[in-house]
């Protein structure tokens, strides 16, 4: 197992090189660069969200994004101030050049500071990481605490009514979209038009720091309340359907049949013999269900409910073209993405020592 980890941790080098490539090299042909950005901030015509069509919000659709050219919206501005702005954003360099360097800080861990935020990237994602692990990590224990308990009842009552009433309840969620669920959650628990149970927006009240420990547990609890419904609603479906089809699965294999005849009762048989091994595929994608929810953390829920997390930010920074903070976040998430991926296979072995990688490789 220890050669297995070796190699796939060596993999990591070229993976990353490649997704760093790829973008860097689309990045390159994106109209509505950091210049034209800058200019059009200069200018007082643009904004982050005015870009979102590449034209930075100077009115014009032609900008071009070469060192050599011409800005459309700089004119009546000197090139020696267009030159300026080129080398302070690094553009004064050939792109294979650029490409490097980013490399060899990436290396040490040193991802810049964001073009238009005047703070690091590195500070800038601490800041946004609670609402991101938030909405990722309470979304996923949710989504398995209900779903295991609901695909096991499901795989036992396969067929009756409660499975059918159940399986229509779950697709029909699976069915709304969140950022609509999150809207119906407003209007009906925020004050929209019948109780103001659950706060509006935010992730803390403003006494936050007021308020006792226990006050905090609550008040955290009061305000995740309605986003993380809105966000884990429709992973419940897959998970509940995986689980109880695997569970049916295990139940027609012959060890099951032959602890039946041994005299074992149901659950004797359900929680002593089939459930580790159909959980397996269940509980070892643990890892990979929660960094797909913590990436997945949706734009549109953190507007919804004014939450400033890794989504928004992500979003601002591509449209606005600050690359340092896109580069970097796309860096440390794929990463964390394929470090992820190795800790996933580890718990495949955790829960059933019997697979073996190398042996499968070999």
Do not use: C
């Not at 950005?37 to 015509?45: F, K, P, V």
């Not at 809207?183 to 936050?208: C, E, H, K, M």
């Not at 041994?262 to 595929?281: D, P, T, W």
Request: charged share 15%; hydrophobic share 50%; net charge neutral.
């Amino acid at each position: 197992m220890g050669a297995y980890i070796l190699r796939r941790l060596l993999l990591i080098i070229p993976t990353l090189l490649g997704i760093m490539l790829i973008n860097f090299a689309l990045a390159q042909f994106v109209p509505g660069g950091p210049v034209e950005q800058a200019i059009a901030r200069i200018q007082g015509e643009g904004n982050v969200f005015g870009g979102f069509d590449g034209s930075a919000g100077t009115g014009n659709n032609d900008l071009n994004t070469g060192s050599d050219s011409t800005y459309v919206g700089a004119r009546g501005l000197p090139p020696e101030f267009i030159a300026e702005l080129e080398k302070e954003f690094g553009f004064d360099k050939p792109p294979v050049q650029r490409f490097l360097q980013m490399l060899a800080n990436y290396a040490r861990f040193d991802f810049g500071e964001s073009y238009f935020r005047s703070a690091s990237v590195v500070e800038l994602i601490k800041e946004k990481l609670p609402v991101s692990i938030t909405l990722g990590l309470w979304s996923t224990l949710i989504a398995y605490m209900v779903s295991i308990p609901l695909g096991i009842r499901k795989a036992v009552k396969d067929g009756t009514p409660f499975d059918t009433w159940t399986s229509g309840a779950i697709i029909a969620g699976y069915a709304i979209p969140g950022f609509l669920f999150g809207i119906l959650l407003l209007v009906l628990f925020a004050g929209g038009s019948y109780w103001q149970i659950f706060p509006l927006r935010g992730l803390t009240s403003d006494n936050f720091e007021a308020l006792s420990a226990w006050g905090k547990v609550k008040d955290y609890a009061w305000h995740i309340t309605l986003p993380v419904i809105a966000s884990s609603i429709a992973g419940f479906a897959t998970l509940t359907l995986l689980t109880k089809n695997s569970f049916l699965d295990e139940m027609k294999k012959q060890y099951v049949m032959t602890a039946r005849a041994k005299g074992l009762s149901e659950s004797a048989v359900l929680y002593g013999h089939v459930f580790r091994n159909a959980m397996l595929i269940v509980i070892a994608g643990f890892p990979s269900v929660f960094i797909g929810v913590f990436f997945g953390a949706s734009l549109i829920i953190e507007t919804i409910f004014s939450l400033d997390g890794l989504g928004r930010l992500g979003f601002e920074a591509a449209v606005a073209r600050d690359y340092p903070i896109v580069f970097g976040t796309l860096f440390i998430f794929g990463l964390i993405s394929l470090v992820v991926g190795i800790l996933s296979d580890l718990m495949y072995v955790l829960v059933d020592p019997r697979i073996d990688f190398e042996r499968r490789e070999g």
